[in-house]
Nanobody
Framework: QVQLVESGGGLVQPGGSLRLSCAAS????????MSWYRQAPGKERELVAG????????NYADSMKGRFTISRDNAKNTVYLQMNSLKLEDTAVYYC?????????????WGQGTQVTVSS
């Protein structure tokens, strides 16, 4: 059974930091591109950051560059998102995603999300 379980969300003041974790199970974690997405109230889900299967390549949404860092530990089947210099507009539910192409289909899994609230 595929599971992606996010943790680490919470309430933080502007300028603060949080580290999100996503523990994966039930699939070949080191074969998947892992990403973090977020969705704020009334807005569409957007990509935050992604990391290649072996961790050699990363990409970030422009507004997160320099503040957020995505990383993974394939030995622990876990992907992380270090968020620094948090802003009010970073408030959202953050979702972990696992994706890889397959024969005639794409394998695409989502976690349940973790709430991040940035507020003074």
């Amino acid at each position: 059974q595929v599971q992606l379980v996010e943790s680490g969300g919470g309430l933080v003041q502007p300028g603060g930091s949080l580290r999100l974790s996503c523990a994966a199970s039930g699939f070949a974690f080191n074969s998947y591109v892992m990403s973090w997405y977020r969705q704020a109230p009334g807005k569409e889900r957007e990509l935050v950051a992604g990391i290649s299967s072996l961790g050699g390549f990363t990409n970030y949404a422009d507004s997160m560059k320099g503040r957020f860092t995505i990383s993974r530990d394939n030995a622990k089947n876990t992907v992380y998102l270090q968020m620094n210099s948090l802003k009010l507009e970073d408030t959202a539910v953050y979702y972990c995603n696992a994706k890889r192409p397959g024969l005639g289909r794409e394998y695409d899994y989502w976690g349940q999300g973790t709430q991040v609230t940035v507020s003074s």
